[in-house]
């Protein structure tokens, strides 16, 4: 069974840092992308970064490029997102989807309608 756990959450200060995690189950990152969303009240939910084993290709959207980095860790089936220089814009829950079973990997075209299995979210919250 499909499982994906974010943690790693919390508050911080304008320009500060922190490193989300999401734990996959049921199926390996050697093949299946990861796919990390945000969803601030009143926005919709939007993708920030992905990285894909496969392909061994990774997307950042605009606002967020060069100051969060993705990574993974096929042995512990973890993906990682490093945030920092964070704003209070980045304020967010954030989530973790994957594309299995369907191997789209990361393309810049993909939705939310495109992730099957999602996480419960790990909030984030930067106070200026």
């Known amino acids: 069974q499909v499982h994906l756990v974010e943690s790693g959450g919390g508050s911080v200060q304008r320009g500060g840092s922190l490193r989300l995690s999401c734990a996959a189950s049921g199926f390996t990152l050697d093949y299946y992308a990861i796919a990390w969303f945000r969803e601030a009240p009143g926005k919709e939910r939007e993708r920030v970064s992905c990285?894909?084993?496969?392909?061994?290709?990774?997307y950042y959207a605009d606002s967020v490029k060069g100051r969060f980095t993705i990574a993974r860790d096929n042995a512990e089936n973890t993906v990682y997102l490093q945030m920092n220089s964070l704003k209070p814009e980045d304020s967010a829950v954030y989530y973790c989807a994957t594309d299995y079973p369907y191997l789209y990997g990361c393309a810049a075209t993909m939705t939310i309608r495109n992730y099957d299995y999602w996480g419960r979210g790990t909030q984030v919250f930067v106070s200026s």
């Open positions: 990285i894909s084993s496969r392909d061994d290709s990774t």
